[in-house]
């Protein structure tokens, strides 16, 4: 499973760029090259020598060219086990001759459907050769280098492949026809008018968190929980990795109200970074928009009702990059199309948020799973800990800012206040910055929509986690935080109880903690 030099490529490619100028190189380093129709043509038309299939197999190319390669000269070459002796026989006997390489990217099949073909092209541009070689030459890839991609051109040019690129480029090459027998499975069903009966189907994104990294979307066809991949994306260009990513996360959390007032939920790298509940829509979005202006730009909303134009006209003011919602109207929709970058996603419906599953996760030399955290408070869970007991209006902020809390990456500090953050503090090594840092968001909020006074004066702070110290708890204090809601349980739960005590807080414990890493 070492470098393997190229003795004899086989290239068969619908579309043609680059193929003659890596065939060029090839033939420079002595290597055999076998093709078939066009591709044999548009070689030869370079000037270069190619051997032709059939001269291989002993058939002509038959039947409209649906069996030219589906051949044991063919596949013996590209299966055989070069070191296995039984192997090396059967080559010997039938006169087969190893393929080191292997070149193909399949019939248009998708191009095809999607400028509509009649069903008879469609059916045409299925292939067949293709990807069975494609599998045969993947599935030996410690000893044949399979290309699907132009891109990987530069790769085998040089006549020589290593078992990692070897690796790499089958890995690659099951993707492809993974995904391309998805889509002529959707075909069919679209075909029959029947769903797609696939549990999973796996579409390719453009690259994954960053661009040297691939990734994939899988749809779950039978998953009850609808989400992204089940939406109707009404417009915009197609969803990378990490729109799918944080529009999820807005998802999660909006679902958290599908049975609340209006609500909205404004999401910057899978963190909120405002969340407000009104009496509608479009006053929802003012509420958490204020939160933090300059996160909302180019961040992802997520609402709990459908969407209507005083919203839409709101959320289109500023450049967003995703809106999920159950549903749009008109006029709402003629709004949006204004828009064309901005993706619109409508679910139908919001996930259940106590809906039971599974998380995973893998780490170096193994796989951790989870329950999913559907866990949600109940009256009979709260403890009032301090002298002073929280007002019917702190009590709702501390629900409202726990529920959110639940759904910031740890450490967690969440002010809300009216049924709006005030300010969010994420993602911090200790939570007496995430503290500080979400009560100077809400002071800069302040500032820029020239309020007399942040909205943590007289707010609720939510901690997913208990305070270890006070001086978590005394910077709220500090920010203006009337009441206060976290777990408990840390060993020093009796002096953060007699800081909220001498600062006149009122401070709940749930007996729960929403860690989120």
Not at 135 to 158: L, M, W
Not at 391 to 408: G, S, Y
Not at 420 to 430: D, E, S
Not at 447 to 469: C, E, L, Q, Y
Request: charged share 20%; aromatic share 6%; with cysteine.
């Amino acid at each position: 499973m070492s470098t393997i030099t190229i003795r004899r490529a086989l290239l068969s490619v619908s579309d043609k760029t680059g193929v003659v100028d890596l065939a060029r190189a090839l033939a420079a380093k002595g290597v055999e090259l076998v093709s078939t129709g066009g591709t044999a043509r548009a070689l030869r038309d370079a000037g270069l020598d190619v051997r032709d299939v059939s001269d291989l197999t002993g058939f002509p190319e038959m039947m409209d060219g649906r069996v030219k390669t589906l051949h044991p000269m063919v596949h013996g070459g590209l299966l055989a086990v070069r070191d296995d002796p039984a192997h090396a026989a059967a080559m010997a006997d039938h006169a087969i001759g190893a393929i080191d390489l292997v070149v193909v990217n399949l019939y248009p099949f998708e191009a095809t459907v999607a400028r509509g073909a009649g069903r008879d092209e469609v059916v045409e541009n299925i292939d067949i050769g293709g990807p069975s070689m494609v599998r045969s030459a993947a599935k030996n890839h410690a000893y044949v280098a399979i290309v699907t991609d132009p891109a990987d051109y530069a790769t085998v040019a040089g006549g020589t492949t290593t078992f990692a690129d070897r690796r790499r480029l089958a890995a690659k090459a099951y993707r492809l026809t993974g995904r391309y027998d998805s889509l002529i499975a959707d075909w069919f069903a679209t075909d029959i008018g029947t769903p797609t009966v696939d549990d999973v189907r796996a579409l390719d994104l453009r690259y994954g968190e960053n661009p040297h990294q691939t990734a994939q979307v899988r749809h779950h066809a039978g998953d009850p929980a609808a989400g992204l991949p089940q939406a109707r994306q009404v417009q915009g260009k197609a969803l990378s990795y990490n729109n799918y990513n944080d529009a999820d996360a807005a998802l999660e959390l909006v679902a958290e109200f599908r049975d609340a007032d209006p609500t909205v939920v404004i999401v910057k790298h899978a963190n909120p970074c405002g969340v407000a509940t009104a009496a509608t829509l479009a006053a929802a979005y003012e509420a958490a928009f204020a939160c933090d202006t300059v996160s909302a730009f180019g961040g992802i909303i997520a609402v709990n009702r459908p969407l209507d134009a005083a919203t839409a006209k709101a959320i289109t003011g500023i450049f967003t990059e995703v809106v999920v919602a159950p549903d749009a109207d008109e006029e709402a929709l003629a709004l949006f199309a204004t828009k064309k970058n901005l993706r619109l996603l409508l679910t139908g419906t919001l996930p259940d948020p106590q809906r039971k599953g599974t998380i995973t996760k893998q780490i170096v030399g193994g796989t951790l799973v989870q329950s999913r955290d559907n866990g949600r408070l109940t009256d009979d869970m709260l403890k009032v800990v301090t002298r002073r007991q929280p007002t019917p209006q702190e009590l709702a902020d501390c629900r409202f800012a726990w529920t959110i809390a639940k759904h910031v990456k740890s450490n967690a500090i969440v002010y809300a206040k009216d049924g709006a953050t005030a300010g969010v503090g994420a993602g911090q090594m200790n939570r007496l910055e995430s503290a500080r840092i979400a009560a100077w968001k809400a002071r800069d909020a302040a500032d820029k929509a020239g309020w007399t006074a942040p909205r943590t004066i007289g707010s609720a702070v939510a901690s997913d986690a208990f305070f270890p110290f006070a001086d978590g708890l005394l910077a709220a204090v500090e920010a203006g935080a009337t009441a206060v809601i976290q777990p408990g349980g840390s060993i020093r739960d009796e002096e953060v109880i007699a800081a909220a005590d001498a600062a006149g807080l009122a401070m709940v414990f749930t007996g729960m903690r929403h860690f989120r890493h």
